[in-house]
């Protein structure tokens, strides 16, 4: 196809950002230019984290990283070899920013901040001459032979050798449909991290509690995960909670968002452990108030909770409590049963699962198997993951081999 004078990127977010640098790496003669439609470029880098920005996670092993994504995991195999987590890493300290590892294994720039992860991209940037243009909406995709034509929102239509698209998801099957109109298959997209509304169960008044070591299971479904849960005053959201949304994106968007859930709120015992802490309880404190004697690891808030939901009195001595209500008791807190009713949404954290089907694309160099020439990375493809840095790291690496044009 001759060589590369022009590429254009569509979408100024973090895949978008870094397919153009690694574009202008590869092919520094060339002109590159990104396309933003609104006027903010990176909004997802700077919000995410609570601002921090998660940029990636600390998983140097591939097929364990690759269980993040419940769906396209396995196809993104080739470009995490490509540019992997520690390649992040190494790729932003070389530039002035250092990561930092918290326990749960989310990377994060050192300063707390996103506008280091920002900075870092835009000074990359100019030191690259890479033209931004923004509030530049690209509203038609048009094949010419070997080239490509941008329609743009005013109307103007601007010619190159290569075209990267980076959208992003969109939370409506409409946000693709000038793509679909180049024949590709679009897989609908549905939300796929979101928090449970609960707005029937009492335990919202508990807002602020997180039971450390939960596990979480969706009744009529194969979905269970383990994490911290987090009560809030419309349901339930937290770690465990969120990587259920994602796992069951597309049958919970199936039930409409209505169906139970089940909670062991001490993962690592069963109802029989639980029962034998409570008879030690028992025969060691039996004169002491059980509400203030807790021999488990829950909040004492929780375990209130779960008294008054097996109606015993919080005044309640140990000796004064039958087994059958201890044994009860221990039930609901390993298989604590609540109805979820809809669902909240992160506006600005927004994940979809759905987008350009992964058969349609050349998942070594990102390529278009339809169209030579046209490159995807990043959320406009059928590709989510769980929280903790992983979508991004589908960005960086996704960007990276796109940016290649191979």
Known sequence: MGKIKKVAVIGGGAAGFFAAISAKEH????????????????????????????????????????MAYPRGGKSLTSIFHAFQPADTIRWFEERGVSLKV??????????????????????????????????????????????????????????????????????????????????????????????????NEKIKTLMGVAATTAQVKIEGTKIKTQGPVLITHWGMSGPAILKASSFGARELAGKEYHFNVRINWLEEFNAE???????????????????????????????????????????????????????????????????????????????????IALNEINLKTMESKQHKGLYFAGEVIDVDAITGGYNFQAAWSGGYVAGKLQ
């Open 27 to 66: 092919h520094p003669t060339a002109q590159v230019t990104l396309y933003e439609k609104t006027t903010k470029v990176l909004s997802k880098v700077k919000v995410s984290g609570g601002g921090r920005c998660n940029v990636t996670h600390d998983c140097q092993d591939i097929p364990e990283l690759i």
């Open 102 to 199: 918290e326990k749960d294994g989310r990377m994060f720039p050192i300063s707390d901040s996103s506008q280091s992860i920002i900075d870092c991209l835009q000074k990359e940037f100019t030191a690259k001459e890479i033209e931004l243009k923004q509030s530049s909406a690209v509203k038609q995709l048009l094949k010419d032979e070997n080239r490509w034509s941008l329609r743009l929102n005013d109307d103007q239509t601007e010619s190159f050798d290569r075209v990267i698209v980076t959208t992003g998801g969109s939370p409506k099957q409409t946000g693709f449909d000038w793509l679909a109109d180049l024949g590709l298959d679009i897989i609908p997209p549905v939300p796929s991290l979101f928090t449970f509304n609960m707005p």
């Open 273 to 355: 452990r639980i029962f034998s802490l409570f008879a030690e309880a028992s025969q060691a404190s039996p004169q002491k108030q059980i509400a203030k004697f807790n021999p488990t690891a829950l909040p004492n808030r929780l375990w209130h909770f779960l008294l008054e939901k097996n109606t015993i009195p919080l005044e309640r001595r140990w000796n004064e409590v039958g087994k059958k209500k201890l044994r009860h008791l221990a039930e609901t807190i390993t298989n604590d049963r609540y109805t979820v009713e809809g669902k909240t949404t992160f506006k600005e954290e927004f994940v979809t699962c759905g987008g």
